[in-house]
């Protein structure tokens, strides 16, 4: 977090990836084991013609198709691949919208512990119909609890723009995710993403993409799925989206 107050300063745009609709926590592939979740967004309801600069891709109809390719590194520390991040268009016009890695470090803690803390840094490379700015970068802190059949994570979310044309203010958002344990492998619970603003208009929450899903998390012997529908609020490019992560146990 350092890192993240180091950079808050400097002058530069991002914007938040909508590749991935995700609460980051604790899980993490074991010491030499690979993963796969592939991720799927569909926006039923968002922006048309109102696009942000000239050649931006409309929201409105667009499937997000995205393999994240993990690898773990060491007990705490994960190693992740976004490729491709492939985008269909409403008119059905399929195109790989760029790559992206990450690290992810998840803290020790005893077996025992309800709490759990760690950090997890992204860059990526995009079209520039989906970002003016091709080169971004995220770094995100995590924290969590579990008491019984409840758990309350968040992530505190830092990006910007390492490349491009319209580089500003380092951008801010939060993101929580409360679960309820039905029963074994199967949860209920919502989960809140919140623009903050950015380096020189923090807080203004009107003014920001706010968003709210409804999530079930589900496992089906080795696989897992999350399904969510979520609804925008304040000023959102997208008011009704569908999301999907699917677990394939590729180890």
């Known amino acids: 977090m350092a890192v993240a107050a180091a950079t808050s300063t400097a002058a530069f745009t991002a914007r938040a990836a909508d590749e991935e609709i995700q609460v980051y926590m604790d899980e993490m592939d074991a010491k030499g084991a690979y993963g796969l979740d592939v991720h799927v967004n569909y926006v039923s309801k968002g922006r048309g013609a109102d696009v942000d600069y000239a050649g931006q891709m409309a929201s409105q109809g667009r499937w997000r198709i995205t393999p994240e390719f993990s690898y773990g590194l060491t007990p705490n520390i994960e190693l992740g691949a976004y490729l491709p991040l492939t985008t269909i268009d409403e008119h059905g016009k399929a195109e790989v919208g760029g790559v992206k890695g990450r690290i992810k470090f998840i803290a020790p803690k005893a077996a025992d512990s309800p709490f759990f803390w760690g950090v997890n840094f992204e860059l990526g490379k995009v079209r520039r119909d989906l970002d003016i700015n091709p080169w971004n970068a995220e770094l995100k802190g995590i924290a969590g609890y579990r008491k019984g059949p409840w758990t309350v994570a968040g992530n505190f979310n830092v990006d910007w723009a390492v490349s491009g044309p319209a580089r500003g203010p380092t951008a801010y958002q939060l993101a929580t995710k409360v679960t309820y344990a039905v029963h074994e492998g199967f949860e209920v619970g919502v989960e809140n993403y919140n623009g903050l603003g950015d380096a020189q208009?923090?807080?203004?929450?009107?003014?920001?993409?706010?968003?709210?899903?409804?999530?079930?998390?589900?496992?089906?012997?080795?696989?897992?799925?999350?399904?969510?529908?979520?609804?925008?609020?304040?000023?959102?490019?997208?008011?009704?989206v569908f999301k999907a992560i699917v677990g394939v146990p590729i180890d």
């Open 201 to 240: 208009r923090f807080g203004r929450l009107s003014q920001n993409d706010q968003q709210v899903f409804a999530v079930i998390d589900k496992s089906f012997g080795k696989w897992d799925l999350d399904l969510g529908v979520g609804h925008g609020y304040g000023q959102p490019e997208d008011r009704w």
